[in-house]
């Protein structure tokens, strides 16, 4: 087996975390699953790895993982535990940070909640290479903001008519409300070769026709029945398969990632990206 590559970090330099946003405006993309797959290969590569589950109504990567949460980000805001207290480890060596069903949104925390939370997240910030957070479906304040606060905004699409459209009205909205200009495309579900391609591309002619936004394409995860088998059994396709196609699509979305640029302003350290994100707007 080869071994993993080294990430060499300058102590010079500081440490700075990649905060990358999953979404993707309507539900039933596989969003939820690729965070998942996706956070197992960047710790196989070397990469410390946390899921942030920021669907704060309908949390699920608990569940899709059989992981058993005892607490949730409800327990953070009411300062009953602190983020050591929550956080739960799935495969791999990736922590989850689990949220709950009904928890308010993060623009109404208390002031002292506020405070606690960045605090929580600036004790795990030399800790994590790489901050992985799964949004709600749609686009509500609670996405958007996440999506804002994160370095990157990457958005799942499918071939479904409704997919695309979601997705344009959430480029849309980020870009003429929240001045973002930058989205990565990764298309899921595909049954052929030259269907993510053509897909991305339908998605960059519209944005080119009406908006000034920059739009890059990361590939695609083919259909795989093994994937659909990993989630009934509540396993990532990467762990239960890893040689399905589904599974090196996976990896080589990781390796992509990991040629992003890391940004050193603010909102590449957790406790800014957290004060990004409580920020009142």
């Known amino acids: 087996m080869n071994a993993k590559p080294k990430i060499h970090r300058d102590s010079n330099q500081g440490h700075h975390t990649r905060v990358i946003a999953i979404s993707g405006g309507k539900g039933g993309v596989g969003k939820s699953t690729l965070t998942i797959n996706l956070s197992v290969c960047l710790s196989r590569l070397n990469q410390r790895v ?40 799935g495969p791999d060596n990736i922590r989850i940070i ?4 009904g928890t308010q949104s993060m623009v109404n925390l208390t002031s002292q909640q506020h405070a606690g939370l960045v605090h929580a997240f600036s004790d795990f910030a030399d800790s994590i290479d790489t901050l992985v957070i799964d949004t709600a479906a749609g686009i509500s304040d609670s996405v958007i903001q996440f999506i804002r606060a994160a370095q990157e905004a990457l958005i799942v699409v499918c071939d479904e008519p409704s997919s695309l459209t979601d997705a344009y009205a959430m480029i849309k909205l980020l870009h003429r409300d929240h001045s973002v200009d930058e989205f990565r495309i990764i298309v899921n579900q595909t049954r052929s070769k030259n269907e993510g391609l053509d897909l991305y591309q339908r998605l960059l002619n519209t944005a080119n026709q009406f908006l000034d936004v920059q739009l890059r394409y990361e590939g695609d995860i083919p259909y795989d029945e093994l ?16 040689r399905s196609e589904s599974a ?18 603010p909102s590449g350290e957790l406790e800014f990206f957290v004060e990004q994100l409580l920020r009142k707007t």
Not at 50 to 71: E, F, P, S, T, W
Not at 257 to 265: A, F, H, T, Y
């Open 50 to 89: 946390m899921i942030l589950d920021a669907d704060l109504g309908l949390a699920n990567i608990d569940v899709l993982l059989g992981l058993k949460a005892q607490r949730n980000l409800e327990d953070v805001y009411s300062g009953a535990c602190d983020l050591q207290g929550v956080t739960l480890v």
């Open 98 to 101: 689990p949220a709950s069903s």
């Open 227 to 242: 994937l659909r088998e990993a989630i009934k059994q509540q396993q990532p396709v990467t762990v239960k398969s890893p």
């Open 248 to 265: 090196k699509a996976f990896k080589r979305l990781a390796e992509r990632v990991l040629g992003w640029p890391v940004k050193s302003n």
